[in-house]
């Protein structure tokens, strides 16, 4: 799928579960899902969040910019900062660097829960209230939404490699795909504008 119905669909799936579960439909609640439901796609050099963060959108570059972002990290950390927690951190931008699309953690099971975790850990640490929700919302719509897809991810890695999808899936990147995206969006759209009395109160 792309970037934007992945961005469309968290902020549809924040606004049908707050009030249900302890999440707002907020500037900042909204914001949190658009980036949690992109980081998946990080493994991605073309990406919507790699788009505005790698200079050349390739491969090479993905690798490259990755790798060195993982190994300054180690260095802060081990120098300045002495929080074993967060070379967790460079370990999740080393598998990032050396992976391909939909072939990894990130679209995994185990990625959803790192993800999980780390929101955990920053929101108890620096009392961001219910982070861990929001996170789980975009990252795990993410995965969800790609497993309608023809080519599936990977849930299980890195215990299997196999990618799994639902019975009823498509080409995201055919006229039909982009047509079914297009309409999931545009009923999201009317859904969300049919929430608004209620979630804003």
């Given at each position: 799928m792309s970037g934007k119905t992945h961005l469309g669909i968290g902020i549809i799936?924040?606004?049908?579960?707050?009030?249900?579960?302890?999440?707002?439909f907020n500037y900042s609640g909204i914001i949190i899902v658009s980036i949690a439901s992109m980081l998946p796609d990080i493994d991605h050099p073309k990406s919507l969040i790699n788009k505005y963060s790698l200079l050349n959108k390739t491969k090479h570059i993905k690798k490259f910019i990755y790798f060195i972002l993982g190994l300054i990290i180690i260095y802060i950390n081990f120098t300045y900062i002495h929080k074993q927690v967060l070379y967790i951190a460079p370990l999740l931008l080393f598998t990032v660097a050396f992976s391909n699309h939909r072939q990894g953690i990130t679209h995994s099971l185990c990625g959803l829960i790192i993800a999980a975790s780390v929101s955990s850990y920053l929101g108890l640490k620096y009392n961001v209230s219910?982070?861990?929700?929001y996170v789980i919302i975009g990252y795990g719509m993410h995965i969800i939404c790609d497993m309608c897809t023809k080519m599936g991810v990977p849930l299980l890695y890195p215990f299997k490699n196999k990618k799994y999808k639902f019975f009823l899936n498509f080409s995201s990147n055919s006229k039909?795909?982009?047509?079914?995206?297009?309409?999931?969006?545009?009923?999201?759209?009317?859904?969300?504008i049919y929430r608004l009395p209620v979630i804003l109160v």
């Open positions: 799936t924040l606004a049908a579960l707050c009030n249900k579960i302890p999440v707002k219910n982070l861990i929700y039909w795909g982009k047509a079914i995206e297009e309409f999931i969006l545009l009923i999201g759209l009317m859904y969300v």
